[in-house]
């Protein structure tokens, strides 16, 4: 290849990659929907994208970023301790009617516990009752979210009702099993 | 009368008020729950769900319930774009999303099976409540507080032959990942309660939009026939537009 052919060639790469540059630097990016069906996961948005991470150029075209600020979260930003405590053997068998206290299990985060009373009627568990522990931990501070379009936002609060039951996600953790366990080896008979 | 057991290390309660229960139907479905741990548990070596997991069953040899819980998980998975997803990050299979609501529906049927009509059966924080309870009117349930594990309510809803899941952080000593973004954990929502038709459709709908974030409760929104009531980090709850009728 001539010298003149390979400065032209050279030029153009140079050309391309500065054109590009600049295209991704100022352009809108339409985010298309991923919505299937009869609902919509991600809307179609209109993003006009500040900036841009180095990496983009090499996938050769224009990649939309959605910028995210992460909420202030009232928890601490450590991610929570999750106890090694291996997974209790409870006790099968008959139990002596009465209610037994488990032990302060460590839950989720070191400085909190969890703790319950079994509750044996019959000689079988009719209720676990969770106990107030005295390590709770504080409060947090609550930041309003942005507000969703049309449905109903309010904040949480502490119902005082008697219920049947309770719906949750915490039932599964290694420490109500701790305590529970503990509770009812008091109660074997 | 009501009864607790621990299997699958969670805690299994019935509470039925019909007067012609008895130990028998108790301990049917109980058996039946601790079937459902030793075919589906990955935390038992021998479950059918870990040899699955090493390779060591063939997809045409799995059991009949097996074959059932992979196909409904398939479903699953196409209805919520992939946001229900029993294949783990690693590669192996999880279906306790789905076999939760699934076994408490099954064990709903075997007290029906004996003409049971006012109970609720519950594992963990998933419910299906049927007729009423003991004082004569829809079950109370409440909505556990995900910020404090000592059970306070922070919303009493009033059901009667309903459904109602709730999908959380520290699942399992573990977390629920975002199956669209690698291992992305959840952080932003603590808390997605959802209640349907029967436990079966609330539990994999909650799972599936507790994974989606922020946008979860628009997709339950857009369901016929479900409710739904979501936390976020910052303690502020958003509810589908019926969940009224609950409270």
């Known amino acids: ?189 | 009368m009501k009864e607790i057991r621990i299997i699958m290390n969670m805690p299994v309660i019935i509470d039925v008020v019909d007067k012609n229960v008895t130990q028998k139907m108790f301990d049917e479905v109980f058996d039946y729950f601790i079937y459902i741990d030793e075919k589906f548990s990955t935390y038992k070596s021998n479950s059918e769900i870990s040899k699955i997991n090493r390779g060591e069953v063939v997809e045409e040899n799995y059991s009949e319930d097996m074959k059932n819980i992979f196909s409904l998980s398939l479903e699953t998975k196409k209805i919520t774009n992939g946001y229900f997803d029993i294949k783990k990050p690693d590669g192996s299979y999880d279906p306790s999303g789905m076999v939760k609501g699934w076994a408490i529906f099954q064990a709903v049927k075997i007290l029906e099976k004996y003409g049971m009509k006012n109970f609720y059966v519950e594992v963990a924080g998933d419910i299906e409540v049927r007729g009423h309870n003991h004082d004569g009117e829809n079950w109370r349930v409440g909505i556990q507080n995900p910020f404090n594990k000592q059970q306070e309510i922070v919303k009493v809803l009033h059901l009667t032959n309903k459904g109602i899941a709730t999908s959380g952080t520290y699942v399992r000593g573990g977390h629920i990942y975002n199956p669209k973004d690698g291992d992305t954990i959840i952080k932003d929502i603590v808390s997605m309660t959802v209640i349907g038709p029967n436990i079966y459709e609330a539990d994999r709908f909650a799972t599936a939009s507790f994974a989606m974030g922020r946008e979860g409760i628009k997709f339950i929104e857009s369901l016929d026939g479900f409710e739904a009531y979501m936390i976020d980090s910052a303690g502020i709850a958003t509810m589908t537009s019926g969940f009224n009728k609950y409270y």
């Open chain 1, 1 to 189: 290849m001539s010298l003149f052919k390979k400065i032209f060639v050279s030029s153009c790469f140079i050309f391309g990659f500065i054109a590009n540059v600049f295209y991704q630097r100022n352009s809108d990016i339409k985010v298309t929907s991923l919505a299937k069906d009869n609902f919509n996961l991600i809307t179609k948005q209109d993003f006009k994208i500040e900036a841009f991470e180095d990496d983009d150029e090499e996938e050769g075209g224009v990649i939309g970023r959605q910028l995210v600020t992460k909420p202030i979260t009232p928890s601490t930003s450590s991610a929570p301790v999750i106890p090694s405590v291996p997974i209790a053997n409870i006790p099968q068998g008959k139990y002596r009617d009465g209610e037994y206290l488990g032990n302060a299990a460590v839950a989720l985060y070191a400085d909190e516990f969890l703790q319950v009373k079994a509750v044996i009627s019959g000689g079988k568990i009719s209720d676990v009752i969770f106990v107030q522990s005295p390590n709770k931990r504080p409060q947090s501070i609550r930041v309003a979210s942005k507000a969703m379009p049309i449905l109903k936002q309010e904040a949480i609060s502490v119902q005082n009702e008697n219920v049947d039951a309770v719906s949750g996600a915490s039932y599964t953790s290694a420490a109500f099993v701790e305590s529970l366990g503990v509770a009812l080896a008091k109660a074997r008979v």
